[in-house]
């Protein structure tokens, strides 16, 4: 594993503990938003591994990640598409029109996907 792709997890590693202390604290759109963020940079990380190329965008990210699975690497399609379905809430979150109220079942699906994307990223980069 590259070194680079060594930093992305771990960047992915400590957005996802700050996700569960979010959890902890009844603060769900703030888990949920970084339980997306968790599973970019997991993202950011095989697609450094398989392609040498540090994409900078969300949408960088979620097309290329595709184009990988598509193109043959195994990985988990239903996991995957978490990253579009978490990157509509970081937007609703961040910009949406008024209040978005993210609720506790909502968050802990999150987390649950975040945690099963993480290692489903490493298997492919090992």
Known sequence: MSPECTDYFGIADIILERATRA????I???AARDAY???LNAARAVIFEKCEIAVKTHAGARTKL???IHTGLPFDAELA???NRGF???QGVD????PIFVDRATAESYLESAQAFIAEARRVCA
């Open 37 to 39: 963020i968790a599973v």
């Open 28 to 30: 769900y759109e703030s």
């Open 81 to 83: 598409s978490f990253i």
């Open 88 to 90: 509509d809430t970081k």
């Open 95 to 98: 910009y949406g029109d008024g």
């Open 66 to 68: 595709f184009e990988l």
């Open 23 to 26: 959890f902890m604290a009844e």
